[in-house]
């Protein structure tokens, strides 16, 4: 198939093919330069064309898969976010319902009003504890993305010391394989 076959160019016969080529088409598929496609011929290749592209377009995917923006929540973290959205939850259905038992005049309305109450101190108590586990594992595993992290330099730290640890044990045990101080040979 040559350039002006692919581009659309006029063919022998004064008619132009349009349309975009399956990329799974061999070359035996497309008609040849020899004789010129009848009207029917184009037409049915305009409906082939259409009907192909009506399959891609019917077989889109859903929804593109995209990398996270942002890590995972450690497990401790997420635990304490999912307690404090559940006591957050509970506090505002108790609010509205002490305030629907007020309006109703229910002599339900005090009860609810004191758990109201009780529940609010619950949920800022789950919501500290969430930024308080943040922190406590921050401290402790260390933060990726920040190059001064306290924990990086502990990790750091505690590598050396295990490797000079080593290197001192391997040391003691080249010297007890020799069999003492003062042999100059193995005899």
Same mark, same amino acid.
């Not at 304490?80 to 339900?108: N, Y």
């Not at 930024?131 to 920040?146: A, C, F, I, K």
């Given at each position: 198939?040559?350039?002006?076959?692919?581009?659309?160019?006029?063919? /022998? !016969?004064? /008619?132009?093919?349009?349309?975009?080529?399956?990329?799974?088409?061999?070359?035996?598929?497309?008609?040849?330069?020899?004789?010129?496609?009848? !009207?029917?011929?184009?037409?049915?290749?305009?409906?082939?064309?259409?009907?192909?592209?009506?399959?891609?377009?019917?077989?889109?995917?859903?929804?593109?898969?995209?990398?996270?923006?942002?890590?995972?929540?450690?497990?401790?973290?997420?635990?304490?976010?999912?307690?404090?959205?559940?006591?957050?939850?509970?506090?505002?259905?108790?609010?509205?319902?002490?305030?629907?038992?007020?309006?109703?005049?229910?002599?339900?309305?005090?009860?609810?009003?004191?758990?109201?109450?009780?529940?609010?101190?619950?949920?800022?108590?789950?919501?500290?504890?969430?930024?308080?586990?943040?922190?406590?594992?921050?401290?402790?595993? !260390?933060?990726?993305?920040?190059?001064?992290?306290?924990?990086?330099?502990?990790?750091?730290?505690?590598?050396?010391?295990?490797?000079?640890?080593?290197? /001192?044990?391997?040391?003691?045990?080249?010297?007890?394989?020799? !069999?003492? /101080?003062?042999?100059?040979?193995?005899?």
């Amino acid at each position: 198939m040559g350039t002006a076959e692919r581009r659309g160019a006029p063919r /022998a !016969g004064g /008619a132009q093919l349009t349309g975009h080529q399956d990329p799974e088409a061999t070359d035996s598929d497309i008609p040849g330069g020899g004789a010129a496609p009848s !009207g029917r011929e184009l037409e049915d290749q305009g409906h082939e064309v259409s009907r192909r592209s009506r399959e891609r377009q019917q077989y889109r995917p859903l929804w593109v898969e995209e990398p996270a923006r942002r890590r995972r929540l450690p497990d401790p973290v997420r635990t304490a976010a999912v307690r404090a959205v559940l006591l957050i939850a509970v506090t505002l259905i108790q609010a509205m319902v002490a305030f629907l038992c007020t309006m109703a005049g229910s002599w339900l309305a005090f009860p609810m009003v004191i758990s109201s109450v009780v529940s609010t101190i619950a949920a800022t108590w789950g919501a500290l504890d969430v930024w308080v586990t943040r922190q406590v594992w921050n401290q402790r595993n !260390g933060v990726v993305s920040v190059p001064s992290s306290t924990a990086r330099a502990l990790r750091r730290e505690r590598r050396r010391i295990r490797r000079q640890e080593r290197a /001192a044990e391997r040391d003691q045990g080249r010297i007890r394989r020799r !069999g003492g /101080a003062g042999q100059l040979s193995h005899s």
